[in-house]
């Protein structure tokens, strides 16, 4: 069994999925504290893996480096995930992969940018309240989407865990954590629910983001 490492600080979302999926494969790892106040990743060793200084970065024992964490994603679900978690027919897979997709930039890079960072990453005194229901109400235009086609599947893509789960899921603790008004989305939180009971979610996902804030 080859050696995995990856490289991050495990407050990063985008290595919180890395880590949430290497667990649920079942895949041991070893984890490098890097970016943030960490450093590292101004280093002329760790921007020889990827040059664009980022977290998280992965090697899987001889293989060269992957950085970006939907494309670690996607290599861990080819090397290690199982049929249901994402299929071999390439049609069956990319009915997983349309989803992972949508859920990864529509809704986990817009909440973050747009609202999670508005609040968390500013003072309190220097937060622009309406700015935040103005975004927080155009990510839950999205969730929306997500609501009602959990109304007809138990799992975003299907009625199986995929990888389209880890995609959307990341940052659905980030959601219902922040101290925000929710819209009423049943479903959605009927599926979160059901994420925070597995360990691998609880382990990887609903971890403290203090040292994030401001």
Request: proline share 4%; net charge negative.
């Amino acid at each position: 069994m080859s050696e995995i490492t990856v490289w991050g600080r495990k407050s990063s979302v985008n290595v919180q999925l890395v880590l949430w999926a290497l667990d649920e494969m079942s895949r041991p790892y070893q984890r490098h504290d890097a970016g943030f106040i960490y450093g590292v990743v101004d280093t002329d060793e760790f921007r020889a893996m990827n040059p664009n200084g980022r977290v998280p970065v992965l090697i899987d024992g001889d293989a060269p480096p992957v950085f970006e964490s939907a494309a670690i994603l996607r290599y861990l679900a080819s090397q290690y995930g199982d049929e249901s978690f994402w299929p071999s027919a390439a049609v069956a897979r990319a009915q997983v992969d349309k989803w992972a997709e949508w859920a990864k930039w529509n809704f986990g890079h817009a909440f973050i940018m747009t609202t999670f960072w508005k609040l968390v990453r500013t003072s309190a005194d220097k937060i622009d309240h309406d700015t935040v229901r103005s975004a927080l109400a155009a990510v839950e235009e999205i969730l929306a989407l997500a609501d009602a086609k959990l109304a007809t599947s138990t799992y975003l893509a299907n009625d199986e865990f995929t990888l389209a789960d880890i995609a959307f899921g990341y940052c659905l603790y980030r959601y219902y954590d922040i101290d925000v008004v929710r819209r009423d989305l049943p479903h959605l939180r009927r599926y979160y629910e059901l994420l925070c009971r597995r360990p691998a979610y609880r382990k990887n996902i609903m971890v403290s983001y203090d040292e994030l804030r401001a």
